[in-house]
């Protein structure tokens, strides 16, 4: 079966592949030659997904897969949530989001926080949803040089480490993505 990850991230695209079963051909948005800016105007989580998955879908007509992800913390009502990627402004730079929530955070003692993924899965037009969910705490300082965004400054429950700490494989047994996806291997057997 050819699926589709509509993603840019080549980083999200080597985590999934070590993921699904060696059966499936993962594309890229690269390999279909899809180098649009998809529009991610959904207020939630779940609607972003499915606009990536519906976008690739109905534009290029391969069956797709999309994930949205947020980094939701306690004390900050949730925030900021579905718009993490764009916290510090709209250039999604990785680095200064971690310093305005680390900002943020500088006086708050409660540090919990989870990451949170929806992924839509679009096969011959219908849809699933899948979810995934990893709880932790926002560290004071950055830790760590492996992962992208947030990964530095999340230690997940039960771990004195980061994400970032962690190499790839460990992180994909206990992320927010890496738990999402077990569920879409699972609901792909049927295939
Ligand atoms: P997106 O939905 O994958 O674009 O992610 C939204 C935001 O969450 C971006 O700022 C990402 O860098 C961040 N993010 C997504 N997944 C992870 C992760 O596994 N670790 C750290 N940050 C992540």
Redesign the pocket.
């Known amino acids: 079966m050819k699926l589709v990850f509509a993603?840019h991230?080549e980083y999200?695209l080597t985590?999934v592949k070590k993921i699904l079963d060696p059966d499936v051909e993962l594309l890229s948005l690269n390999d279909i030659a899809c180098f649009d800016e998809i529009p991610?105007t959904s207020s939630t989580?779940e609607g972003?997904a499915s606009l990536k998955a519906r976008y690739v879908y109905e534009k290029f007509g391969y069956n797709c897969f999309a994930?949205?992800?947020?980094?939701e913390v306690e004390a900050l009502n949730m925030e900021p949530g579905v718009f993490?990627?764009?916290?510090a402004g709209e250039d999604?730079s990785?680095e200064a989001?971690m310093q305005k929530l680390l900002l943020e955070m500088s006086k708050i003692k409660n540090r919990k926080a989870r990451?949170r993924?929806v992924i839509s899965l679009i096969i011959n037009g219908e849809e699933s949803f899948f979810e995934g969910i990893v709880n932790g705490s926002i560290l004071e300082h950055k830790q760590g040089d492996m992962?992208?965004?947030?990964?530095p400054i999340?230690e997940p429950e039960g771990y004195s480490q980061s994400?970032a700490e962690m190499n790839m494989a460990e992180?994909n047994i206990i992320?927010?993505?890496g738990r999402a996806m077990a569920l879409l291997v699972e609901f792909l057997k049927k295939y």
């Open positions: 993603t991230n999200k985590e991610e989580l972003n994930d949205d992800t947020g980094l993490s990627a764009r916290y999604k990785a989001n990451f993924t992962g992208f965004g947030y990964d999340f994400f992180k992320s927010h993505r």
